[in-house]
């Protein structure tokens, strides 16, 4: 009898259908990857060996340039309170114009005198200018910080935002002392310094404090 | 790997030339190499470069003197960071004792004055003068993570301390 024959398949595969996947997923990635802004000031932060993610959500981010010049951004969500408060507090008035203006400004860089003049500059108008911005007042006689961080306060009442302070190496300490000073008059305590990370030095006491909660567990 | 066979074509008849026709599938496991090679890439950029937070606590600025900390004397280092990244340190509270280093060696420093006191006795003082930039306090800040140092406190030099490290850095030359 004769044996049935049995079929040998090619044993290469179409890639077709995976290729197509692969690309479609870079695609996708590409697409939905979140472009950050790049920073119309350019701060280099020190580094430090904290581990501790900076905080995305509820922020108010003060950039110290180089120059010694405050900056001012927080988090998109919690712009429009902190417009209303900020009114009520500086009697100043904001149409409905100024609070779309502010929504798409990216950092606050000047005294609130030239306020609604900076906020209606575009983007690309903003960085041009950027290295002349005379930065947020935050001299001890007119701490224009201050008013800023309280109307943030007010407008997350009960809340707690995460206060971030980036500064750049050269940042002169009279400077960052003056902006801890305009969180210490809104009896804020707490900050958090952006840095970048460092290995811990191995060896040093923090080395082995970590070695041992590793072994630990 | 590649499907690379060659059909037979027909015939087309006498003295039609048989023209060879290749197959028109090309292998495409290095394009889809390549794209998840990209993939892993791009996942990976994005979420490792995320910058990281140092806590940082202040306390409250007190203006009863019966609030104020009391520090040993015995436990107590003083770390002056001054202009051109030096650091003046004496112990206890006699600052015209005090002695310069840099931010290389300020760790050994600490260590020493941590393993010769007792740990409820030990506290740092960091006074970072008017030219002492950002960066000096993030460093002394970290170096107080890395040493492990339980108290410590950030405040200004008095106008004696700042006088005597002007004096030093004029008799140094620091610019």
Not at chain 2, 93 to 96: A, G, I, M, S
């Given at each position: 009898m004769a044996r049935a024959k049995i079929k040998r398949g090619s044993t290469s595969v179409d890639m077709t259908p995976m290729c197509d996947v692969a690309f479609l997923l870079l695609t996708f990635f590409i697409l939905a990857a979140k472009f950050k802004p790049p920073d119309a000031i350019q701060v280099s932060p020190p580094s430090s060996v904290s581990n501790k993610v900076a905080p995305q959500k509820d922020y108010i981010n003060v950039t110290i340039s180089k120059d010694n010049k405050v900056f001012l951004d927080m988090d998109p969500g919690i712009k429009d309170d902190v417009l209303d408060e900020l009114g009520a507090e500086t009697n100043m008035t904001f149409s409905a114009q100024d609070k779309a203006n502010f929504k798409d400004a990216g950092f606050i860089g000047v005294p609130l005198n030239q306020f609604k003049q900076f906020i209606a500059l575009t983007p690309d108008e903003v960085k041009a200018r950027a290295m002349q911005l005379p930065g947020i007042p935050v001299d001890s006689t007119n701490n224009q910080l201050a008013t800023w961080i309280s109307a943030a306060q007010a407008a997350r009442l009960g809340q707690t935002l995460n206060y971030l302070i980036k500064g750049d190496d050269a940042v002169k300490y009279p400077t960052f002392k003056a902006v801890i000073d305009a969180f210490k008059k809104n009896d804020i305590y707490k900050y958090n310094l952006v840095t970048n990370s460092k290995a811990v030095p191995e060896g040093s006491e923090l080395y082995k404090k970590n070695m041992m909660g590793e072994s630990k567990k | 790997m590649a499907e690379m066979e060659v059909k037979e074509s027909k015939k087309k008849g006498p003295g039609v030339k048989k023209s060879k026709k290749h197959s028109t599938?090309?292998?495409l496991t290095p394009m889809v190499d390549l794209g998840f090679l990209l993939i892993t890439f791009f996942i990976f950029t994005t979420t490792v470069q995320q910058p990281t937070a140092m806590p940082l606590n202040m306390p409250k600025d007190t203006k009863d003197p019966n609030l104020d900390m009391k520090v040993k004397e015995s436990g107590s280092l003083t770390l002056m960071l001054g202009k051109g990244n030096v650091i003046y340190y004496y112990y206890g509270?006699?600052?015209?004792k005090m002695q310069t280093t840099g931010y290389k060696d300020v760790r050994k420093i600490i260590l020493d004055k941590k393993k010769s006191t007792p740990a409820t006795d030990l506290f740092i003082i960091i006074k970072p003068d008017k030219d002492a930039t950002y960066k000096n306090a993030v460093d002394i800040l970290d170096e107080m993570d890395i040493n492990d140092i339980g108290k410590y406190a950030m405040v200004d030099p008095t106008p004696d301390e700042y006088n005597l490290i002007q004096q030093t850095e004029k008799a140094g030359g620091v610019q």
């Open positions: - | 599938r090309v292998d509270n006699d600052p015209t």
